[in-house]
């Protein structure tokens, strides 16, 4: 843990790296390994082992935090009031075009990403 409280966000996904992180409609996460990333046999979905995958409930759709990802590339398709991206590196993150977000997208200490959203605010 780095003595964040991840519980403040609706959702959040940490510490991961060379990945795919798929965020449902209803809320729900699936992770896959990337080809350069360790798995527990060729192509199946793995859990979280290292770093987390917080899925909010289906009523709390408030924001979702990224935080400490390298090489990952994430798709939400679910409607969040913010995103919060910190410290990534190397990673695609889009959000689905039928989900705009209505607040803003926060974006901090990120380096070489590729983000595409429609916000009404991207700091």
Do not use: F
Not at 63 to 84: A, E, F, G, M, V
């Amino acid at each position: 843990n780095d003595g964040d409280d991840y519980s403040k966000y609706g959702s959040s996904i940490w510490n991961k790296s060379d990945c795919t992180i798929l965020v449902q409609s209803d809320g729900t996460m699936s992770e896959a390994a990337t080809a350069n990333a360790e798995t527990d046999a060729p192509g199946n979905v793995i859990t979280a082992t290292s770093g987390g995958i917080d899925s909010a409930s289906t009523t709390d759709a408030s924001s979702i935090l990224i935080k400490n990802l390298d090489t990952c590339r994430i798709t939400i398709n679910r409607h969040y009031q913010s995103i919060h991206i910190v410290n990534a590196t190397n990673c695609t993150v889009t959000v689905s075009p039928s989900c705009p977000v209505p607040g803003p997208v926060h974006v901090t200490g990120c380096s070489q990403c590729e983000i595409a959203v429609a916000c009404r605010q991207l700091r």
